[in-house]
């Protein structure tokens, strides 16, 4: 049978204490750089665990709302969150420039994400604030979302995004943080959702609705207390369904 080959992205460089075990279990990481957490020296830390892992590196960035971890939705001057996700990206490229390495892709976060992911005004300022990396780097975006057609518009390679360890309400948004059941912490169910994904290109929403999605890259979220235990058994199980992890 033939195998599919996905992606596994972790959001890290957050702080969370069992980061460096996550890496050997995934392939992309999203790191953040100083909108939502983050600083020089954390970026530094994370860049190095990349680098040991072979990891490819990305860039995380999000609204300026440290005390929100980026998680809420922020009504900006469109100049301001520009300049703002300028100096982000900035200071990441930096740092990897001086330890000679390559990022590969940008991923915005929380809040900022679903926002670009709707509002496609919003979009443009976003890709506007990243255009002068376009020739290098991949956009996540996820299905269907107002950014994946603006990046399209404007010239982006993109790859299409999933979240593996997130439920879905029936129009393809995330089920808000604030439900209990936002979140799929045990890890034999996001194997079963990601496997459903790229297999049969469909998710299984709250409503028990089965959509069509499409994706490349699956998300686990490196700051729940299960994404060690889930990396670890998918990673065991996956390719028992003929799924393999990108090197």
């Known amino acids: 049978m033939r195998q599919i080959v996905i992606d596994i992205n972790c959001d890290v460089g957050e702080g ?8 050997p279990f995934i392939s992309s990481c ?3 750089c100083g909108g939502h957490t983050g600083d020089k020296d954390t970026m530094l ?10 990891v490819k590196i990305g860039a995380h960035p999000s609204y300026p709302d440290k005390n929100n971890f980026g998680r809420v939705s922020m009504n900006m001057d469109h100049g301001k969150l520009s300049d703002s996700i300028k100096e982000q990206l900035h200071q990441l490229h930096e740092i990897c420039t ?12 929380g809040a900022l994400y679903n926002d670009i992911a709707k509002d496609g005004e919003l979009a443009s300022v976003f890709l506007e604030s990243i255009e002068e990396y376009k020739s290098d780097v991949v956009l996540f975006v996820p299905y269907g979302s107002a ?30 943080r604030s439900n209990t059941n936002a979140l799929i912490k045990r890890p034999d169910e996001v194997l079963r959702h990601i496997v459903r994904m790229a297999k049969e290109k469909k998710v299984l929403t709250v409503n028990n609705e089965l959509k069509p999605i499409q994706a490349e890259t699956y998300c686990i979220h490196g700051d729940t207390p299960e994404a060690l235990q889930i990396l670890m058994y998918i990673t065991q199980e996956l390719p028992k369904h003929h799924i393999v992890l990108s090197q």
């Open 98 to 109: 001086a330890e000679g390495v390559t990022w590969q892709h940008i991923k915005p976060h």
């Open 45 to 54: 830390q994370t860049i190095h665990l990349a680098k040991e892992n072979q």
């Open 147 to 176: 950014i994946q057609n603006r990046a399209k518009e404007y010239g982006f390679k993109t790859k299409i995004e999933a979240f593996a360890d997130r439920n879905y309400n029936d129009d393809l948004s995330l089920v808000s």
């Open 16 to 23: 969370i204490e069992n980061e460096p075990k996550l890496f």
């Open 30 to 32: 999203n790191i953040a």
